[in-house]
Every structure is written in structure tokens, then in C-alpha cells.
């Protein structure tokens, strides 16, 4: 008896698997696609209301001599101070026990114990108990500063503002970036046309970076497909 082994380089099924096993390791260790960058918000403008013949007010066409310069209208920027701070803590303790405890006499026959050689035979005692101590602690804190001037894109009928807008710095291998959208109050915008955004509605706030360094911190698909394997999740 004779046996052959195949050559991979003319066995087309072994090269199908070999292709398909280089490709499946190729994408183990690639990262996640990222999200794609957002263009500059856009605002809805309102549409221009047509002339009136032979007026002097054309309504959407007058000018403001007399206001503040704080953000009112779509189209207007404001800066958002970013001062979110959150702190979470959480610590649990149980303790339970039980015990129990039973006595069996020894019975009496006829006016007489059940015994041999004096020991008695049917008496004794039960006693059992269980314990259970248990605790657990849990802390985070989160901390983001900075500035951030966004558009008002839209204005509800009630005077509050939809504010959008996004922050780009290339700093070497990365790209750091910053999102916010919520909804805010004029009252709440400081004469020095400036918002907090503890006072933003609705917040939507994304910090985060992108680049060879974000690539090297984020764990690829082959390690996150064990890891999650593993972990039960």
C-alpha cells in the first residue's frame, strides 16, 4: 500500500482552507470599524417670509440695535462649558446564621430505661448550625472639563434652543474629538454667551479618540471573542 500526501499548492481544497483560514486570523486581529466623522451642523433655517408691497417692515429682515450678544436664533454659536463631574458609590453587607438544636431521652420499658452495659441505647442529642457573611463594594468617579462652542440648529416654540456641534484636535498619532447635543433655556446662557452643561437637556456628550494609539489601547476580535467566551457575557 502506497499513501500519497497532497501538495497544498495544487490540492485546490487545501488551498480554499488555507485562504480561509488566513483570511479568519486576519480579522481576529483588526479592530472594530470606527464611527464615521460628522460633518459641521448644519442649521434649519427658517424660511424667509415674501415681501409686502408697499410696507416698510419686511418681516425676517430686521436688524437688532438693541440686544445682548448671547445666542437666540438658528444659525447663532454659544460655547458650552463642559464641568461634568459623577461619582457613584455602593457597598453591601449580609450576615445570617441559624442554628437548631433537638434531645431525644432515653424512653423507659415496663418502669425500666432502655440500656446496655448502662449506656442508654435510644437517647441523644442533635445540634447543627449555618453561617453566611457576605459584602461587596463598588466605586467610580468620572471627570470631563473643557470648552466647546457649538450651533443653535433649532428654536421650539416655547424659546429653548437644539444646540449640535463637535470639537477636532490631531495631537501627533491621534485624533481626539468631542460631541455634544442637547437642548438648553435662553435664562440659562450667561451674558458671556456661555452655557453650562449641567444645564443642557437631553445631553448627548462623546469624548473620544482616534489614531494608532486609540488602535493599541482597543482589544481585537479574536481576544473579545474569548474574553466574552470566557467571562460568560
Same mark, same amino acid.
Given at each position: 500500500?502506497?499513501?500519497? %500526501?497532497?501538495?497544498?499548492?495544487?490540492?485546490?481544497?487545501?488551498?480554499?482552507?488555507?485562504?480561509?483560514?488566513?483570511?479568519?486570523?486576519?480579522?481576529?486581529?483588526?479592530?472594530?470599524?470606527?464611527?464615521?466623522?460628522?460633518?459641521?451642523?448644519?442649521?434649519?433655517?427658517?424660511?424667509?417670509?415674501?415681501?409686502?408691497?408697499?410696507a416698510i417692515y419686511r418681516a425676517q429682515g430686521d436688524i437688532r440695535l438693541f440686544e445682548?450678544?448671547?445666542?437666540?436664533?438658528?444659525?447663532?454659536?454659544?460655547?458650552?462649558?463642559?464641568?461634568?463631574?459623577?461619582?457613584?458609590?455602593?457597598?453591601?453587607?449580609?450576615?445570617?446564621?441559624? +442554628?437548631?438544636?433537638?434531645?431525644?431521652?432515653?424512653?423507659? *420499658?415496663?418502669?425500666?430505661?432502655?440500656?446496655?452495659?448502662?449506656?442508654?441505647?435510644?437517647?441523644?442529642?442533635?445540634?447543627?448550625?449555618?453561617?453566611?457573611?457576605?459584602?461587596?463594594?463598588?466605586?467610580?468617579?468620572?471627570?470631563?472639563?473643557?470648552? %466647546?462652542?457649538?450651533?443653535?440648529?433649532e428654536r421650539y416654540t416655547n424659546g429653548n434652543l437644539r444646540i449640535r456641534g463637535e470639537k477636532w484636535v490631531t495631537l501627533n498619532q491621534g485624533r481626539e474629538? *468631542?460631541?455634544?447635543?442637547?437642548?438648553?433655556?435662553?435664562?440659562?446662557?450667561?451674558?458671556?454667551?456661555?452655557?453650562?452643561?449641567?444645564?443642557?437637556?437631553?445631553?448627548?456628550?462623546?469624548?473620544?479618540?482616534?489614531?494608532?494609539?486609540?488602535?493599541?489601547?482597543?482589544?481585537?476580535?479574536?481576544?473579545?471573542?474569548?474574553? +466574552?467566551?470566557?467571562?460568560?457575557?
Amino acid at each position: 500500500m502506497t499513501w500519497m %500526501i497532497a501538495d497544498p499548492k495544487t490540492d485546490p481544497v487545501r488551498r480554499l482552507a488555507a485562504t480561509a483560514l488566513l483570511l479568519f486570523l486576519g480579522a481576529c486581529a483588526s479592530t472594530p470599524p470606527e464611527a464615521p466623522e460628522l460633518e459641521a451642523s448644519m442649521p434649519v433655517l427658517p424660511s424667509a417670509a415674501p415681501a409686502t408691497a408697499g410696507a416698510i417692515y419686511r418681516a425676517q429682515g430686521d436688524i437688532r440695535l438693541f440686544e445682548d450678544l448671547r445666542a437666540s436664533r438658528v444659525g447663532d454659536i454659544l460655547t458650552v462649558r463642559l464641568v461634568e463631574e459623577t461619582s457613584a458609590s455602593k457597598s453591601a453587607n449580609t450576615s445570617t446564621s441559624k +442554628s437548631t438544636e433537638a434531645t431525644l431521652g432515653n424512653p423507659t *420499658i415496663f418502669g425500666r430505661p432502655v440500656t446496655r452495659d448502662g449506656m442508654p441505647l435510644l437517647g441523644g442529642t442533635l445540634d447543627g448550625g449555618t453561617t453566611f457573611d457576605g459584602a461587596g463594594a463598588s466605586n467610580q468617579s468620572n471627570s470631563l472639563e473643557g470648552d %466647546i462652542t457649538v450651533t443653535v440648529v433649532e428654536r421650539y416654540t416655547n424659546g429653548n434652543l437644539r444646540i449640535r456641534g463637535e470639537k477636532w484636535v490631531t495631537l501627533n498619532q491621534g485624533r481626539e474629538f *468631542i460631541r455634544l447635543s442637547g437642548i438648553i433655556r435662553p435664562y440659562d446662557i450667561e451674558p458671556e454667551n456661555t452655557v453650562r452643561s449641567t444645564r443642557i437637556a437631553d445631553a448627548q456628550i462623546t469624548y473620544s479618540s482616534r489614531g494608532a494609539l486609540a488602535a493599541a489601547n482597543r482589544m481585537g476580535l479574536f481576544a473579545r471573542f474569548f474574553n +466574552s467566551l470566557l467571562s460568560g457575557y
